[in-house]
């Protein structure tokens, strides 16, 4: 986990850092049954272990926002890492409930757009080079329990 003051907008250093190699002999996920195995035996376990060990690192800290990408979109990260103090920032691969009785992606297609960026992309093997235009959206939701 790298850690920005936001006060100066500027990395200060690391809270956590997990490396790991996925063993080449290891069972692929299907026959591993993936899906059924508890989220401490998972790779994405690590999720949740670097965001409560910056958690106690930063323990002085008035309040932080952990930042993720889809693949931590997990549900247990939801369930595990917030607290009065520490807030989520997760890019979403997962349709979710809302207690507002509708989904993530529906509230998210009706929201605003907050920003929008424009930034160029090299050429790749199967792509020309081009300016992409990104729009921002976000809201503050309170997603539904299991």
Known sequence: MLVIDP???MPVGFSSMILWNRSWDKANKHEREYKKLDITEKESYRWITSAIKTKEVLSE?????IIGDRESDIYEVFAIVPDNKTHLLIRIRNDRGLSEGITLNKKISSSRVRSIYEFDVSKGKNRTKHTAKMALKWEKVSLLTL
């Open 7 to 9: 006060s100066i907008d």
């Open 61 to 65: 800290a008035d309040s932080m926002t």
